[in-house]
């Protein structure tokens, strides 16, 4: 199956669906980053609005590196750190059987992932040896206090335990406010593919999405049609032949 043939397959909005969902909207004209004015159709009491023909132009584009990574096994790190995204972020994520950051990004996850390796390793072994009752024998005190590093552990690196190399891309709900994770992947080659506002620095995305960050209907939107093109993209995995 063609790149082609899998965008043509992948549900993407029409404008009515975006404009309802609110994609257009930007931020105030004095928040804004001149960079982003490419975008940018007109301004409404004072707030940008994003030109909605361009915004569907650069989701097909963020689609097709998306059906780019993931056929021949690269996985895409979704990040939405904010109240709000959160939930979002994490949702599409699991949709797609993608890992997802949804807490505070930490420094190191992608230009130190050796030694993060170790992290989510030392948590994978804990957590089974929890499971297998290898702690039965401990006092309800020190079970208590697994329990405890297990939950803290969870918080931080629950929605990506499972990865075992570097993510060939991030989606990013919001540029702005996860700029750090931009920045790291970039560092090391990693593509980033983000929801950029009207405030954001488009040089910090390989691919980005002009719209709303705000909005929580305008990021489900944006996320699940991502989730969907990675789901579409898995079936373009070249069957292994019989030797």
Request: hydrophobic share 40%; net charge positive.
């Amino acid at each position: 199956m063609t790149n082609s043939n899998i965008l043509a397959k992948t549900s993407i909005p029409f404008s009515d669906d975006m404009i309802r969902a609110g994609v257009q909207f930007g931020h105030k004209v004095a928040k804004k980053n001149p960079k982003m004015d490419r975008y940018v159709d007109s301004v409404r009491n004072d707030i940008q609005i994003f030109n909605i023909e361009k915004t569907e132009g650069k989701l097909k584009e963020a689609i097709t590196a998306v059906q780019q990574i993931v056929p021949s096994g690269g996985l895409v790190l979704f990040v939405g750190t904010q109240i709000g995204r959160q939930q979002i972020g994490r949702e599409a994520a699991i949709s797609c059987g993608m890992p997802y950051v949804d807490t505070r990004w930490l420094g190191g996850t992608l230009t130190n992932f050796k030694t993060m390796l170790k992290r989510l390793e030392k948590f994978a072994d804990l957590d089974k040896k929890m499971a297998d009752g290898d702690y039965a024998h401990y006092t309800k005190k020190e079970q208590g206090n697994i329990k405890e590093e297990l939950r803290k552990l969870n918080i931080k690196f629950g929605g990506f335990k499972a990865i075992r190399k570097v993510p060939s891309a991030i989606f990013l709900l919001s540029l702005k406010d996860d700029i750090l994770a931009a920045r790291e992947a970039k560092r090391i080659g990693v593509k980033v593919i983000a929801v950029a506002d009207t405030d954001s620095e488009p040089s910090m995305a390989d691919y980005l999405i002009p719209a709303n960050d705000d909005a929580l209907s305008s990021l489900t939107l944006i996320a699940s049609t991502i989730a969907s093109a990675i789901n579409k993209a898995k079936e373009q995995k070249e069957p292994v032949e019989n030797k």
